[in-house]
């Protein structure tokens, strides 16, 4: 796949976390989930996804991978959990948990490869702690009821939702702070 990192970064220009706070909002057929970003603790991961928002990557994406009390990933341009926006991204690692609501970075056993596939994690799932990027969380209960929705679909035995759960429009919100 192309490199969209010109476009995420042309999105970008005037993305000013000093000024500004952010919640990327996801429109799903099961409902809205509102993420605050974590900007002061993985900037570069807040930074990506609201680039990524803002070229539109997300919309159509489907969730093709969900597992009850674990997580929800959405990310994947062909839905298949192998795709990406053509580029990397280093990890940020923290300490906040991974707790239900909890945005987090999918990548491969590298820790420095993920690109545009994102987490929403369940319940509590402290063995990612530390190991993988969290930089957000479900801003609302209306959003966590969303994703804690999604987390009970029924799926085949290679994780994927039966029926599609699917990202129908994505948008940036910029709050002044």
Request: aromatic share 6%.
């Given at each position: 796949?192309?490199?969209?990192?010109?476009?995420?970064?042309?999105?970008?220009?005037?993305?000013?976390?000093?000024?500004?706070?952010?919640?990327?909002?996801?429109?799903?057929?099961?409902?809205?989930?509102?993420?605050?970003?974590?900007?002061?603790?993985?900037?570069?991961?807040?930074?990506?996804?609201?680039?990524?928002?803002?070229?539109?990557?997300?919309?159509?994406?489907?969730?093709?991978?969900?597992?009850?009390?674990?997580?929800?990933?959405?990310?994947?341009?062909?839905?298949?959990?192998?795709?990406?926006?053509?580029?990397?991204?280093?990890?940020?690692?923290?300490?906040?948990?991974?707790?239900?609501?909890?945005?987090?970075?999918?990548?491969?056993?590298?820790?420095?490869?993920a690109g545009s596939q994102v987490f929403i994690c369940l319940d509590r799932v402290p063995h990612l702690d530390r190991q993988y990027t969290a930089f957000g969380k479900t801003a609302d209960d209306e959003s966590l009821r969303t994703v804690l929705a999604i987390g009970t679909v029924k799926t085949n035995s290679a994780d994927r939702p039966?029926?599609?759960?699917?990202?129908?429009?994505?948008?940036?919100?910029?709050?002044?702070?």
């Open positions: 796949m192309a490199s969209r990192r010109a476009e995420v970064d042309a999105a970008l220009e005037d993305v000013d976390f000093d000024t500004n706070d952010y919640v990327v909002e996801f429109i799903t057929n099961k409902g809205p989930i509102r993420l605050e970003m974590w900007t002061d603790i993985a900037p570069g991961h807040c930074r990506n996804l609201i680039g990524l928002t803002k070229i539109g990557f997300y919309n159509g994406i489907i969730a093709h991978r969900v597992i009850p009390g674990f997580v929800l990933q959405v990310g994947c341009p062909q839905g298949t959990g192998t795709g990406g926006p053509g580029y990397t991204i280093d990890a940020e690692f923290n300490d906040r948990p991974h707790e239900a609501g909890v945005l987090s970075m999918a990548r491969t056993s590298d820790p420095n490869s039966l029926e599609d759960v699917r990202i129908e429009s994505s948008q940036v919100i910029a709050t002044p702070k």
